[in-house]
Nanobody, 122 residues
Framework: VQLQAFGGGLVQAGGSLRLSCAASGRAFSSYGMGWFRQAPGKEREFVAG????????SYTDSVKGRFTISRDNAKNMVYLQMNSLKTEDTAVYYC????????????????WGQGTEVTVSS
């Protein structure tokens, strides 16, 4: 599976962005998908994830109520809608695929996209 994330950019605090992740390869619908982010000087952290069929979703506490993850298995796409953005959301965002399903642990993900940068200004 090859992943390509896009949709990042510069936005003011309180604004919105929608990240997209395009997947190529077979059996996309069998993978759990996740979004992670890495801020400068920090570890890469889990942001949101969903199960292969999208029926189970998980968010890190800091984005609950603001971010929404979704997938379209017919189009091999995963999305992260980010609303009410805060300066602390500034990071490079990565999409990832896991053969094991939905997990919050980075080590359980097998494939990674190249990242897309999100900058939230005050």
């Amino acid at each position: 599976v090859q992943l390509q994330a896009f949709g990042g950019g510069l936005v003011q605090a309180g604004g919105s962005l929608r990240l997209s992740c395009a997947a190529s390869g077979r059996a996309f619908s069998s993978y759990g998908m996740g979004w992670f982010r890495q801020a400068p000087g920090k570890e890469r952290e889990f942001v949101a994830g969903l199960s292969p069929m999208g029926d189970t979703i998980s968010y890190t506490d800091s984005v609950k109520g603001r971010f929404t993850i979704s997938r379209d298995n017919a189009k091999n796409m995963v999305y992260l809608q980010m609303n009410s953005l805060k300066t602390e959301d500034t990071a490079v965002y990565y999409c990832a695929a896991s053969r094991r399903g939905l997990y919050r642990i980075r080590a359980f993900y097998d494939y990674w996209g190249q990242g897309t940068e999100v900058t939230v200004s005050s």
